[in-house]
């Protein structure tokens, strides 16, 4: 089974630097999507940035990238120029492709913003 | 994407009672999913609502305790049956487009208290 960590609970920066939140997965497939989703104080469930497996080129989004290593099963998010808006619990996600709508959740990073 | 609303935003109900949480989406979308998500924790996905038939639950998520309902392609519901303090969440609804088979679309959830 598929299973996605996140080993940072939570996590602070300055506002106007750069953070980056970590994610690895663990998966026996080669055809899959990975998310980060943002979830503020409003609960409402963003997505940030999605990744194709099959692409070597990194996502980016604005302000939001992220480093995929396929190999070393890692996806993390990069997150530059910090906003106090960028406060939120960021969940790593994973999906397998074709087989399973799925999507199956890490355990949040909490993201601070220090003024 | 798609707007997605959910009703009610939250409620507060007693210990024995049923609440149904709606869920509606402003297009027709292939796939409606339903997840819990306890204080503090990630996702879990509940079930996968299908248009026309039966729900199709995960492990450990029974008809009984969590009907579920989606007559057309832009409308589903989620019982929570026979409510226990254990069952104090937010219900998230998401919705997912063939086209664009890999991403899901979050709605606002609802937050559930029993007591």
């Known amino acids: 089974a598929q299973t996605v960590t996140q080993s940072q609970p939570e996590m602070s920066v300055q506002e106007a630097e750069t953070v980056t939140l970590s994610c690895t997965y663990d998966?026996?497939?080669?055809?899959?999507?990975l998310f980060w989703y943002k979830q503020p104080p409003s609960r409402q469930m963003i997505l940030v940035i999605r990744?194709?497996?099959?692409?070597?080129q990194n996502a980016t989004e604005n302000r939001f990238s992220v480093n995929f290593q396929k190999a070393a099963k890692s996806f993390s998010l990069k997150i530059s120029d910090s906003q106090l808006g960028d406060a939120a619990m960021y969940f790593c996600?994973?999906?397998?492709?074709?087989?399973?709508?799925?999507?199956?959740f890490g355990k949040g990073t909490r993201l601070h913003i220090l003024p | 994407s798609a707007v997605i609303s959910q009703k009610p935003s939250r409620d507060i109900c007693q210990r024995g009672t049923s609440l149904t949480i709606q869920c509606q989406v402003d297009s027709q979308v292939t796939m409606m999913f339903w997840y819990r998500q306890q204080p503090g924790q990630s996702l879990t996905l509940i079930a996968t609502?299908?248009?026309?038939?039966?729900?199709?639950?995960e492990s450990g998520f029974v008809i009984d305790k969590f009907p579920i309902s989606r007559p057309n392609l832009t409308f589903s519901t989620l019982t929570v049956s026979n409510m226990s303090p254990e069952d104090s969440s937010i219900y998230l609804c998401?919705?997912?487009?063939?086209?664009?088979?890999?991403?899901?679309?979050f709605g606002p959830g609802t937050r559930l208290t029993v007591l």
């Open positions: 998401s919705v997912g487009f063939r086209a664009k088979a890999d991403t899901q679309y």
């Open positions: 996600a994973y999906r397998s492709y074709p087989r399973d709508d799925k999507i199956i």
């Open positions: 990744q194709e497996a099959y692409k070597q």
């Open positions: 998966t026996s497939e080669s055809d899959y999507y």
């Open positions: 609502a299908n248009q026309g038939s039966e729900a199709t639950y």
